[in-house]
């Protein structure tokens, strides 16, 4: 385990984790008076979107903890799915997508190494 | 980044990921002669799928290596996507999708902290 782990620490996508944990703690270090941001239109949103940065600033705060204490509540997201904030939807879908692969190719690998205990004639 | 290191290390998709590389790793030590998997079929695998248990284990092989050392490249993953071994093409398409996530939300992040030093007229 302690090599998986090392091995781990190299992962892309860990670090694109650790990168956004860093970015919003420094918006977090950056802005003291979120009030300051209601009512600003965010010019990056998607046009039609009625977000202003305020409501930005919640929602980055938002998905960070969630990336760095676990997995959104099923119910939560299908509640919050079609709402306007569009990455956010986006990224409950990509990771309760690639949790649940993760849970199957698991359960995949247990089960071939059963498989090949059968095989070979060892009984577990 | 210490702190938010180890908040990560409590991340429940990375427990997800460190269960997946100890359930291959377990895999790995007990298939001494992957050979003996050649023809078995999976009775786990959707109906009408060509793969035997021998190809599920390069499978959960190559995909235990993207998870510990980085991301599939694009082009192999387009070359892929579309065959039979489904659970891999949606791992690749849910891992992709939430990279893309991560860097876009660190980017909304940046430009947030941004703004909000020109609202309080501190110039970058």
Redesign the interface.
């Known amino acids: ?1 302690q090599s ?2 090392a ?2 620490s ?5 670090l ?12 977090e270090q ?2 003291l ?1 979120p009030s ?2 209601r009512d ?1 239109p ?1 010019e ?1 949103n998607e046009p039609g979107s009625s977000l202003d ?1 305020y409501q ?2 919640l929602m ?1 705060k938002a ?1 960070r903890n969630m ?5 959104v509540p099923y119910e939560e997201t299908q509640k919050r799915s079609g709402s306007e904030d569009d ?1 956010e939807s ?2 409950h ?3 309760r ?3 649940n ?6 359960k ?6 059963g ?3 059968d ?2 004639g060892i009984s577990r």
């Open positions: 385990m998986s782990d091995k781990l190299r992962n892309s996508l860990l694109a984790l650790r990168c956004y944990s860093s970015a919003v703690l420094n918006m950056t802005v008076l300051l941001l600003v965010d990056h940065l930005d600033y980055l998905i990336v760095e204490s676990g997995m990455l986006r990224f879908f990509h990771l997508g690639l949790f692969i993760m849970a199957a190719l698991t995949k690998s247990q089960n071939l190494t498989k090949y205990l095989i070979i």
